[in-house]
């Protein structure tokens, strides 16, 4: 399994302290067998980096709570950056996730535009390219999760958001 670089856990309040002292896999593998202790939670002044960061913790618990592996979180690379890499069945999952506060106007979604989709698209040509062997079957999704009262929330799964001309 290639791993990218992983960002910080948000700041977390009440029984979710621990998130991000304990050891990646032992983290996924309690979180799996008790959710509700590892529940994000937030500050009502998070700043945008940790509202995003506990977007993308919860955004993978979802994803994991439906099946998917995840492969790598906050994957880094000259091309740019991967939320998430999950696999479901044979296929390679590229998630964008998109964190938006309740005020927001436009849908979280409507913030992956063709540059950043260009971006994504190259990162994920990164990251097969170190993967090497065949080139496994992709999906580009996007996870939206809108965050209020303390709490983040996924909210919709856009799968296969978007096709890049692999040209």
């Known amino acids: 399994m290639l ?3 992983h960002a910080p856990e948000p700041a977390a309040s009440g029984p979710s302290r621990l998130s991000g002292l304990l050891p990646r896999a032992l983290e996924d593998a309690l979180s799996r067998l008790c959710p509700l202790f590892f529940s994000v939670r937030l500050a009502d002044d998070a700043s945008p980096a940790v509202r995003g960061a506990a977007g993308e913790t919860a955004a993978a ?3 994991r709570r439906r099946g998917y592996a995840i492969l790598a979180r906050n994957y880094r690379c000259r091309a740019g950056e991967l939320d998430i890499v999950a696999r479901r069945g044979a296929d390679v999952v590229f998630v964008e996730v998109k964190t938006r506060g309740p005020r927001a106007i436009a849908l979280p979604a409507e913030q992956v ?4 989709r260009a971006r994504i698209v190259r990162a994920a040509r990164s990251y097969l390219a170190r993967l090497g062997g065949n080139d496994p079957a992709c999906r580009f999704d996007v996870v939206e999760v809108v965050s209020g009262a303390g709490r983040v929330k996924v909210t919709r799964h856009l799968k296969d958001a978007f096709r890049p001309g692999w040209g």
């Open 113 to 116: 535009d063709a540059r950043k």
């Open 61 to 63: 618990a979802w994803l």
């Open 3 to 5: 791993d990218g670089a």
